[in-house]
C-alpha cells in the first residue's frame, strides 16, 4: 500500500513565526504536491515537484516555499506565517507514469494565531 | 479538465448499494475519471479510476457511459465507514500542469444503520 505521511496532525503557530511541514512518501514516486484545502474553496495547488531539487509554483505559492533534497521527502516552508494560512494542509505523491493517481496523506491542520 | 456535476447529498441504508452520480459532458478523449473521498478532517483517498471501460477494485465499481458524458460511483454494501464526500474528477494525464487536482464540492454521502 502506498504511505503518504506528515509530521504533524494539528500544529499552532504564532503570527511571524517560520513553519516547516514535512511529507514523506514510501513508494519510491516522483512527483511530490502540497495543497491546501479551505471551506468553499475547495482544494489549492501551493507547489509540486516532479524530482529531487526540482520545484514548480502551483496557483498560490506566495508566502511559501519548498524543499526537495531527497526523493521521499518534500518540505513545505512559511517563511513568516500569517493569520491567512490557517488552514488544512495536504500532501500528495504519484508516479510518473501514463496514470498518475495522487495518493495524499493524512493532512496537517495549521492553526496561526 | 473537463468541469463535473454531482449532487450535494445522498442518503444510503447500511448494506444497501450507493450509487453516486457524476455529470462531465464536457469531457475530452484523452481525459480519465477519478474518484476520490474524503473522511471529515482526514485526507482524501483516492477510490478508483477509468478512461472508458468500467471498473472494478477492491472498493467499488465505476460505471463509465458510452458517450463517457457521465459516470457512476457504486459501493456496492455501503457500512457507517462510508460516511465521507465524495469527488468526482475529471483530468488528462501528463502535459505541464503535472496533474494538478481540483476538487469540486462533491456529494456528502451519509450512510444510515
Known amino acids: 500500500?502506498?504511505?503518504?505521511?506528515?509530521?504533524?496532525?494539528?500544529?499552532?503557530?504564532?503570527?511571524?513565526?517560520?513553519?516547516?511541514?514535512?511529507?514523506v512518501q514510501d513508494?519510491?514516486?516522483?512527483?511530490?504536491?502540497?495543497?491546501?484545502?479551505?471551506?468553499?474553496?475547495?482544494?489549492?495547488?501551493i507547489y509540486f515537484s516532479y524530482d529531487v531539487k526540482m520545484k514548480e509554483k502551483g496557483d498560490i505559492p506566495e508566502g511559501?516555499?519548498?524543499?526537495?533534497?531527497?526523493?521521499?521527502?518534500?518540505s513545505l516552508i512559511l517563511e513568516s506565517a500569517s493569520t491567512n494560512q490557517t488552514s488544512m494542509y495536504l500532501c500528495a505523491s504519484?508516479?510518473?507514469?501514463?496514470?498518475?493517481t495522487q495518493y495524499f496523506g493524512p493532512g496537517t491542520r495549521l492553526l496561526v494565531l | 479538465d473537463a468541469k463535473t456535476t454531482q449532487p450535494?447529498?445522498?442518503?444510503?441504508?447500511?448494506?444497501?448499494?450507493?450509487?453516486?452520480?457524476?455529470?462531465?459532458?464536457?469531457?475530452?478523449?484523452?481525459e480519465y475519471v477519478y474518484w476520490y473521498r474524503q473522511i471529515h478532517?482526514?485526507?482524501?483517498?483516492?477510490?478508483?479510476?477509468?478512461?472508458?471501460n468500467n471498473e472494478t477494485n477492491e472498493m467499488a465499481s465505476l460505471i463509465i457511459t458510452e458517450d463517457r458524458k457521465s459516470s457512476t460511483l457504486i459501493l456496492p454494501h455501503a457500512t457507517l465507514r462510508d460516511t465521507a464526500v465524495y469527488y468526482c474528477i475529471v483530468r488528462g494525464i501528463g502535459g505541464t500542469s503535472y496533474g494538478k487536482l481540483t476538487f469540486g464540492q462533491g456529494t456528502i454521502l451519509t450512510v444510515h444503520p
Not at chain 1, 502506498?2 to 513553519?19: A, D, H, I, N, P
Open chain 1, 1 to 23: 500500500d502506498v504511505k503518504v505521511t506528515q509530521s504533524s496532525r494539528y500544529l499552532v503557530k504564532r503570527t511571524g513565526e517560520k513553519v516547516f511541514l514535512e511529507c
Open chain 1, 27 to 45: 513508494m519510491d514516486h516522483e512527483n511530490m504536491f502540497w495543497y491546501r484545502q479551505d471551506p468553499g474553496l475547495g482544494l489549492r495547488l
Open chain 2, 41 to 52: 478532517s482526514q485526507g482524501p483517498q483516492y477510490i478508483i479510476h477509468g478512461l472508458k
Open chain 1, 94 to 100: 504519484s508516479y510518473q507514469g501514463n496514470q498518475e
Open chain 2, 8 to 30: 450535494p447529498s445522498m442518503d444510503c441504508a447500511e448494506g444497501r448499494a450507493a450509487n453516486l452520480p457524476c455529470n462531465h459532458s464536457t469531457i475530452s478523449g484523452n
Open chain 1, 64 to 74: 511559501y516555499s519548498v524543499s526537495r533534497e531527497k526523493k521521499e521527502r518534500f
